[in-house]
T-cell receptor, first 115, second 112 residues
Framework: NAGVTQTPKFQVLKTGQSMTLQCAQDMNHNSMYWYRQDPGMGLRLIYYSASEGTTDKGEVPNGYNVSRLNKREFSLRLESAAPSQTSVYFC??????????????FGPGTRLTVL | GENVEQHPSTLSVQEGDSAVIKCTYS??????FPWYKQELGERPQLIID?????GEKKDQRIAVTLNKTAKHFSLHITETQPEDSAVYFCAPKIGGYNKLIFGAGTRLAVHP
């Protein structure tokens, strides 16, 4: 199993450009998440999807949109990138039930710079 | 909103010493309390977690203790080793919701 994968690994954008970050998991998990991590800080939740067909806002949703394409895939879109969105973006997924049902598994991250 | 605080923000210990990191949360309905470790340039990974019906859990050199009344839980690392050097995050689950709130992190440095 590949676990959680993210593309691209690195991206540089100019202010105002748009892009979509892709995330996929092969663990048959119901829940998926998008976080951002700024230097020296913790992870802040942008959006999450508790199950296929549902999405909810997290702590910092402004400037982002998400799509839960199917059970495997959860994408994050920046419609008009701003320098304040320079960050490392992590996708995560979580199963349900059992002893480890609450564990979130993280992808390798996308390092985004907005000039 | 929910508030999560970690202390200390940085911790420096000698190899072999113990390290303790404390996490305070505000949501009395929280029922799941994990600790994640993030090495430089890597993704966060779960190292230990505890549910609200348990007061302590151990896994070799690491342990987590929970005080639900006081709304805090702590990570204990004994016999620290240089490879324990990393940033550690607490991330209590928000009661009734399918999400975690991460603390700001504690940077642990273990010196040989």
């Amino acid at each position: 199993n590949a676990g959680v994968t993210q593309t691209p690994k690195f991206q540089v954008l100019k202010t105002g450009q748009s892009m979509t970050l892709q995330c996929a998991q092969d663990m048959n998990h119901n829940s998926m998440y998008w976080y951002r991590q700024d230097p020296g800080m913790g992870l802040r939740l942008i959006y999450y999807s508790a199950s296929e067909g549902t999405t909810d806002k997290g702590e910092v949703p402004n400037g982002y949109n998400v799509s839960r394409l199917n059970k495997r895939e959860f994408s994050l879109r920046l419609e008009s990138a701003a320098p304040s969105q320079t960050s490392v973006y992590f996708c995560a997924s979580r199963g349900s039930g059992g002893i480890s049902g609450n564990e979130q598994f993280f992808g390798p991250g996308t390092r985004l710079t907005v000039l | 909103g929910e508030n999560v605080e970690q202390h200390p923000s940085t911790l420096s210990v000698q190899e072999g010493d113990s390290a303790v990191i404390k996490c305070t949360y505000s949501d009395s309905a929280s029922n799941y309390f994990p600790w994640y470790k993030q090495e430089l340039g890597e993704r966060p990974q779960l190292i230990i977690d505890i549910r609200s019906n348990v007061g302590e859990k151990k896994d070799q050199r690491i342990a987590v203790t929970l005080n639900k009344t006081a709304k805090h839980f702590s990570l204990h690392i004994t016999e620290t080793q240089p490879e324990d050097s990393a940033v550690y995050f607490c991330a209590p689950k928000i009661g009734g919701y399918n999400k975690l709130i991460f603390g700001a992190g504690t940077r642990l440095a273990v010196h040989p």
